[in-house]
């Protein structure tokens, strides 16, 4: 028999189909990658080729070698520009619309064309993800902006065809729907218990430990309770900050070792599958509030969407996080 | 400059990405499809392999023939299944969960391996769309049964492997959160405007009659205004009617002439995409209400959903359905 599980953040449910169930080796994926060069002189994200690419935004160099490590641009086909006006209009007075204002950078996280973020050291990760937040404060500073969403996309399934590893960054000038209610789940929460529904989650999870991945002084690592897809990966501080912009600088340079040894763990145990990460955030004018917890969640594409999910918002998962997890768990990658 | 639209439906946004935009014809995807058999030996849903499936819930049969033409079954590796308990449970008093109580129905819709739903001809169809309708009407009367979701995938991206053209139906045990919130949309504007969102849409859209792809005297066929893929295509019926298990004979059969010539300009237009389709529903307590009207909803897999999708639920459209629905619109296909 099947069992049905709530996702405590959103209400939702999630199906976990025990007859379709799959064990965790099912869900490596050989996939034909091509062999890459360290170098491109096609590739707009490859050193040398700056000039192919808008004005920088952000870059970090070693002094002595002239070449940068990390460098951000504004995406040279992006979704949203800083330009126009948020003011609605209405069609007939029926459909509302607005002119596509935002911000779209790419943050580029390694010279090296074929260095995919897993391989990358500590260090590495950590000037990606000082990055993120440098180009998070500086933003979110832009009266338009209302959310920042800080994404990542590895590999053609996960919507990306530029291979030099990069994440981007979208500044957007609504909160979404889907945000609203996540947080008003939160705030109901916080206003019943007094607790952040984030952070009971994530005590929870480590005080059953089955679906632990690893756990630092800082952060703690797992496959949750009603996980949407298989191996769908949530890393969440335990200080208590609704926004990624505040994350201090000791708490960046712990998640950089965090997310580089989950996503080592993902390219050893499941051979480099093709995956999409995230920083789920607060709204930059709840940047203060207690009920939210920001936290970074990895989705592996090891499986389509189909009708039933597109019709019902329900997720059938065929693999089940008390399974994943512990395989994760164990991997030894270091 | 791109513009953001709302999807009047959810209050959701959607960016119509200008310097991203494609022409309609440039989402041709030309994929090597194999050369398919009329018949396979070793297919479940072919004649003549009957036994290979759990038993027959419906079939429609040509007596004289002695052939079924429609034929229907529980689903051999069901997500959900008609045993246990709805109570739900909680670990650690804070998880909820319940059995995967439910009911999963496969719907062969033609005897032959080959042919898929853009080819067979209205009276297959009308078939197709009267089994829908029947197990509906069958399932609905189950005590445990809150919504049921009709669906169809088509091809591998749309989470396919089986080729045999085939539907699924799931009843399940609870209201997902997705439609309780689209409901609260539709319901709040009709206790506001004494009208149903989805009527007064359709209207809309044929009023500016930009971006309608056919119309006949039951049925609106449209690329809404806020699409959230290039060429989501809704049909949506002119009578009102919140469940399509009340649809009567009639409009079975003019929406089954309707779906034929959109699936059939999709299968020429786009060189026979991946897609999927869903018939948005009332859940089964919410049948007579006013504010709702049943539709069918068609996803083609054109582009992935990536990082930005999954953290905003902002989707980024890279086609303009007032480009696309002409596009289909002047599409000859008899």
């Keep these: 028999m099947s069992e ?13 189909a025990r ?21 491109l002189l096609s590739c707009p994200f490859c050193p040398g080729n700056e000039a192919m690419t808008p004005a920088e935004t952000l870059s970090y160099r070693d002094e002595k070698a002239g070449s940068w490590r990390v460098r951000a641009f504004a995406n040279r086909f992006p979704a949203l520009t800083p330009e126009g006006s948020t003011m609605r209009s209405e069609e007939k007075g029926f459909f509302l619309n607005m002119d596509g204002v935002g911000v779209h950078e790419v943050i580029v996280e390694t010279p090296a064309h074929n260095k995919p973020l897993a391989l990358v050291e500590d260090a590495g990760v950590e000037d990606v993800l000082r990055a993120y937040h ?26 990306t065809s530029l291979e030099h590893p990069h994440s981007q960054l979208v ?28 952070s009971d989650l ?47 600088a000791e708490e960046l340079q712990d998640l950089a070792h965090v997310l580089r040894i989950v996503l080592l763990k993902l390219y050893r145990g499941l051979e480099n599958p093709d995956f999409n990460y995230v920083i789920d955030t ?53």
């Design 19 to 39: 007859e379709r169930a799959k064990r965790p080796r099912d869900f490596v994926r050989r996939q034909a990658r091509p062999e890459l060069p360290v170098f």
């Design 282 to 334: 607060a709204p930059v004018a709840d940047e203060n509030e207690d009920y939210y917890l920001w936290h970074l969640r990895i989705i592996p594409r090891l499986t389509e969407v189909a009708g039933f999910e597109i019709g019902s918002g329900i997720n059938i998962n065929t693999a089940l996080p008390e399974e994943t997890a512990p395989f994760m768990r164990e991997l030894e990658v270091e």
């Design 171 to 198: 500044a957007i000038p609504v909160v979404p729907r889907h945000v609203r209610m996540e947080h008003e789940v939160a705030m109901r929460y916080y206003d019943d218990r007094g607790e952040c529904l984030y």
């Design 202 to 248: 994530a005590g929870h999870e480590l005080s059953t430990g089955k679906r632990i991945v690893m756990e630092t002084g800082r952060f703690v690592v797992f496959h949750p309770f009603a996980s949407h897809q298989p191996f769908e990966t949530w890393i969440v501080p335990k200080m208590h900050q609704a926004s990624f912009g505040s994350a201090s």
């Design 134 to 159: 440098e180009r998070y404060n500086a933003l979110s500073r832009m009266s338009f902006v209302k959310l920042i969403v800080i994404f990542k996309n590895h590999g053609l399934s996960a919507g």
């Design 4 to 16: 049905i599980r709530q996702d405590p953040t959103t209400g939702e449910w999630v199906i976990m």
